[in-house]
Nanobody, 124 residues
Framework: QVQLVESGGGLVQVGGSLRLSCVVR?????????MGWYRQAPGKQRDLVAT???????NYADSVKGRFTISRDNAKNTVDLQMASLKPEDTGVYYC?????????????????WGQGTQVTVSS
């Protein structure tokens, strides 16, 4: 009933740029709180890349500060990640995340939802 759909991943050379997008869909969605991007490199845990609150306060992993920019459009229920000066260590599956307040028709609730992931590969 809630879907996060990512797009924009792909193969890019070192120093290149990519833009990831994620849209939240679902008729039960009432409010989207913090949204974010996480990534998982092969054989490693999923780590935070960047988050943005509903009031557009941002937080970045030290490794991406100054290179990545997170933004959101509350009217469209989207969150984007603009990535620049990409490095091989940025390679991984990028996941969109959102904390969502919803109403099913019979109850209210808050949940943490994830997208299916999009692959980003930075080649040297």
């Amino acid at each position: 009933q809630v879907q996060l759909v990512e797009s924009g991943g792909g193969l890019v050379q070192v120093g290149g740029s990519l833009r990831l997008s994620c849209v939240v869909r679902g008729s039960i969605v009432r409010r989207i709180n913090t949204m974010g991007w996480y990534r998982q490199a092969p054989g490693k845990q999923r780590d935070l890349v960047a988050t943005i609150t509903s009031s557009t306060s941002t937080n970045y992993a030290d490794s991406v500060k100054g290179r990545f920019t997170i933004s959101r459009d509350n009217a469209k229920n989207t969150v984007d990640l603009q990535m620049a000066s990409l490095k091989p260590e940025d390679t991984g599956v990028y996941y969109c995340n959102a904390e969502i307040f919803y109403y099913t028709g019979s109850r209210y609730g808050t949940g943490d939802f994830w997208g299916q992931g999009t692959q980003v590969t930075v080649s040297s």
